[in-house]
């Protein structure tokens, strides 16, 4: 099969190339042909570029890139009970935990050690196929269309964020700095949740913020520096918990002031963009107690809830994948993407098959 591989630990060395159809290398494992893939923002653009030539690199090529997908599964092994032949499902991106570590036991999958991710360690869904542990499968709320079911990834890291890092109760004021896609499943994660919710964008991203006004929520339009003041007048009142879904440090300092007394402040964005260390005012940190906290990947338990956020605003949603491309289209996908053309990206792997 063809498949969108890093090749190499060489900065950029990337493209289509052929490789082995997965199999199911395990009774428990089953095999999906993949239908959408969306491109990541966050990590995609990062492992595009990432310097995979030493041993410790994340990234380990030739891989298979791609970790939000969805698709039908075709295959299960012998020791699979959940799935079938013909289910809709999507892939929980965290594999092959150790099982045994302080975080696998306390659920937490994202911080044990010896796990794997898809799409950067363990061959991923920019490919007609994919193959694993049937554990990672979820089947998709009926009637969800796979378009959107490819989004459950990046909605169960925006559950992570708003719910286990941000801990955001019902009632509660929540403000999020950044409508990218996380910016807004953060936003639609909030509002699953019973909280009030303002978007913060910047002018060019003036349909992004439609984007979140469709689903609920207030926005705003940082053109001005007196942020916190305009959050405060447009909610009556702090905010209890911020989300920076740019990462940067500016965004993360925009969100901290929109706080009230003991707010959780949570770093959502893939922190890139910016190379030197980030500084905050920690004299507010102080005087107002407030707690900083950073969502990194998800939790399994994330993976239902997010699939319940993406069928509640399943409507509004359907209009963020904005393109299609085929595999063979990447380069302008991810153009795209970094260029902020889109607001999702998706591939249509199964497009691909006969090659
Ligand atoms: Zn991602
Ligand atoms: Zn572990």
């Known amino acids: ?3 969108l591989m890093r ?5 950029g060395d990337m493209g289509v190339a052929q490789t082995d159809e997965p199999i199911l290398r395990q009774d428990d494992w089953a095999k999906m042909q993949v239908c959408y893939a969306g491109v990541c923002g966050g990590s995609d653009l990062k492992l595009m570029q990432m310097d ?8 380990k090529p030739p891989i298979v890139l791609g970790h939000e997908f969805s698709g039908i599964i075709t295959q299960v092994g012998p020791a699979v009970t959940h799935l079938k032949p013909g289910d809709w499902v999507t892939v929980d991106t965290v594999v092959q935990p150790c099982g045994h ?5 306390s659920g937490d999958w994202n911080m044990c050690p010896e796990r794997l991710g898809v799409g950067s360690s363990f061959d991923g869904g920019f490919a007609p196929f994919f193959a694993g542990p049937a554990r990672n499968f979820h089947v998709l709320p009926q009637g969800l269309p796979l378009r959107i079911g490819a989004l459950t990834e990046p909605a169960a890291c925006a559950v992570h964020i708003v719910h286990d890092v941000a801990k955001v109760q019902a009632g509660e004021r929540v403000v999020i700095i950044g409508p990218g896609v996380i910016g807004l499943l953060c936003a639609a994660a909030a509002l699953f949740a019973g909280a009030q919710v303002l978007v913060v964008g910047t002018p060019r991203g003036a349909q992004r913020l439609e984007c979140a006004r469709a689903m609920g929520c207030q ?3 940082n053109d001005t520096e007196n942020l916190a003041a305009r959050v405060q007048a447009a909610f009556g009142g702090s905010a209890d918990a911020a989300v920076d879904a740019v990462g940067t440090n500016r965004a993360l300092q925009q969100a901290m002031y929109t706080l009230g007394k003991m707010g959780r402040l949570v770093a959502g964005g893939v922190p890139f963009k910016d190379k030197t260390p980030y500084q905050l005012d920690m004299d507010f940190v102080y005087r107002n107690q407030i707690s900083i906290g950073a969502g990194r990947s998800s939790r399994p338990s994330d993976w239902p809830i997010a699939m319940q956020v993406l069928k509640r605003f399943e409507r509004q949603i359907d209009s963020w994948v904005d393109s299609h491309f085929t595999l063979d289209q990447w ?9 902020k053309q889109v607001i999702k990206a998706m591939f249509t792997c199964a497009d691909e098959k006969g090659d």
């Open 1 to 3: 099969m063809k498949a």
């Open 219 to 221: 926005t705003l339009v």
């Open 7 to 11: 090749l190499s630990g060489r900065v």
């Open 52 to 59: 995979a030539t030493g041993p410790d690199a994340k990234l």
């Open 331 to 339: 380069q302008q996908a991810f153009d795209q993407t970094r260029n």
């Open 101 to 105: 570590c302080s975080y696998c036991v």
